[in-house]
């Protein structure tokens, strides 16, 4: 794992920002911004590409007003340079097609819900390992 990375965290539930975080921050991250508004961390990802300063990871939670996690996939795919950034998707869906689309549309992974601190970390540690 590299705890350089920024991360950002996007979900419009604040119970499990609070959990990702409790769990990053226990793992050693400590550059971790947290949204619940899928166009203002649009926003915030194109920003921080603009101030050099890019994120690396970003968890996506796939069910959310205004914007779904498949919108915000697709409008990273299409206006954010993302050669470095890895879209980790937080779901309680498990259909294999859902899976394949997420994938298609740039997702690098994703954690099923309810997870743990471990499948957290193995999937960070999976992207270490693709970088």
Excluded: C
Aim: zero cysteines; a neutral charge; proline letters at 3%.
């Amino acid at each position: 794992m590299n705890l350089s990375d920024r991360i950002l965290i996007l979900d419009d539930s604040r119970f499990a920002v609070e959990q990702l975080q409790r769990i990053l921050t226990s793992l050693g991250y400590k550059d971790v911004e947290t949204f619940s508004k899928a166009r203002l961390a649009l926003e915030r990802l194109e920003s921080a590409h603009a101030e050099q300063r890019p994120f690396q990871i970003v968890f996506l939670d796939l069910v959310m007003p205004e914007m779904t996690g498949m919108d915000f996939l697709t409008a990273v795919r299409n206006h954010i340079q993302r050669d470095h950034l890895k879209v980790i998707v937080v779901t309680s869906e498990s259909r294999a097609n859902l899976i394949l689309d997420l994938v298609e549309q740039g997702a690098f992974n994703y954690v099923k819900k309810p997870y743990t601190p471990k499948q957290i970390e193995g999937v960070l540690k999976e992207r270490l390992l693709a970088s």
